[in-house]
């Protein structure tokens, strides 16, 4: 995995540049906690379940069913989110499906189980410039300052600009509103 605050910060800095009015603050919330969630099966581990298995680390989790579902979830609480149904689905659902993605771009561990249930298949797209920060990472090694420099130059920086991108086509478009 990326580190778990990585994970959050894709979705928390596109939705904080879409503003609030598309993305409320608690559906901001909601969609940084489902960047997050995937990563609470490393509690596997403890019950001893394998890494490899599908409910091991990197899969029931890391599929693209479990993103619907999260979505659906968060479609079905779009009152208290304070938005529409519809969005709450789709920020969500793509705020947890970053999360395997991400995973699937580290250049470690095992692929993610993308298409769970239907294959337990383990993925890794052909690219993986992001460096895999070790399960329970202490930061103040050397490895751990590795890890970081990779995911602030492949997740943050990205994210960053694309954010700043989207902001600045807000600003634009709010402008041409006011006379
Ligand atoms: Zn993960």
Do not use: N, Q
């Amino acid at each position: 995995m990326p580190t778990i605050l990585t994970h959050a910060a894709v979705p928390l800095l596109l939705g904080a540049a879409a503003g609030r009015r598309a993305v409320s603050p608690r559906l901001l919330a909601a969609g940084a906690i489902a960047a997050m969630l995937p990563d609470a099966d490393v509690l596997a581990f403890k019950f001893g379940i394998a890494y490899a298995d599908s409910l091991g680390h990197r899969g029931a989790t890391h599929s693209i069913g479990m993103a619907l579902a999260l979505g659906a979830i968060a479609a079905l609480a779009h009152r208290p989110l304070r938005t529409s149904a519809w969005r709450a689905f789709a920020f969500v659902g793509l705020a947890a499906l970053s999360h395997p993605l991400l995973d699937a771009l580290t250049d470690g561990g095992l692929g993610v189980a993308l298409a769970w249930p239907f294959s337990s298949e383990r993925f890794f797209l052909p690219w993986r410039p992001i460096a895999v920060s070790p399960i329970g990472a202490r930061f103040f090694s050397a490895r751990g300052l590795s890890v970081l420099a990779s995911e602030l130059r492949w997740v943050w920086l990205p994210c960053g600009l694309a954010a700043l991108a989207v902001w600045l086509a807000r600003r634009r478009a709010d402008g041409a509103r006011v006379p």
